[in-house]
């Protein structure tokens, strides 16, 4: 049976405004093994599919700093403190789209970014029936074109690897197994 490492102290946390990274001691209860390891302590994050009235996905595309390219994704970003999922994503969508909906958005499913370092999810949702309603009202550093394309496109996008945010595949993924046939 797998064991549950026990944290024994946290040894030091360095802040870099959007994460934490902590220098934790732990020891595994069964080899009585200590070792420290480094866990990136972020904020929980949420994406958004947001479909039309008229069947087109709303797609966003920014520049990345982390792989230095542009990329095609779907709204997202983090959760505030106290902020409730689904209005994370529904306002992340409102303010990188200008796209919204008089309906709840619907819950998808839960990711782990990364386990094996990060300690958050990402929380997927999709939103129907969206229609521009407002202006984008983007941060500072955020420059967005948004882009609307059909179910096939979509899938053309993923197949062509134009798609390749692991987040935003794996909302579409949560997507195409609840509401269409995967294969």
Excluded at 5 to 22: A, G, H, P, R, Y
């Amino acid at each position: 049976m797998i064991s549950k490492w026990k944290i024994i102290e946290t040894l030091s946390k360095q802040n870099f405004k959007i994460f934490d990274v902590l220098w934790q001691k732990k020891i595994h209860p069964v080899w009585n093994k200590e070792s420290n390891f480094v866990v990136i302590d972020s904020p929980q994050w949420v994406n958004i599919i947001p479909i039309t009235k008229e069947g087109k996905f709303v797609l966003i595309e920014q520049y990345r700093h982390g792989n230095d390219e542009i990329t095609l994704e779907i709204p997202g970003g983090l959760v505030e403190i106290n902020e409730d999922q689904r209005m994370a994503g529904e306002r992340e969508c409102i303010e990188e789209t200008g796209f919204s909906a008089d309906n709840n958005a619907i819950f998808l499913g839960e990711t782990d970014p990364n386990p094996a370092f990060m300690n958050n999810k990402c929380y997927s949702y999709l939103w129907l029936d969206v229609e521009r309603k407002n202006d984008q009202n983007l941060d500072g550093n955020e420059e967005i074109r948004v882009l609307e394309v059909d179910k096939e496109q979509l899938k053309n996008l993923i197949r062509e690897n134009k798609i390749k945010h692991s987040l935003v595949l794996n909302a579409f993924l949560y997507y195409f197994i609840h509401f269409e046939k995967l294969i």
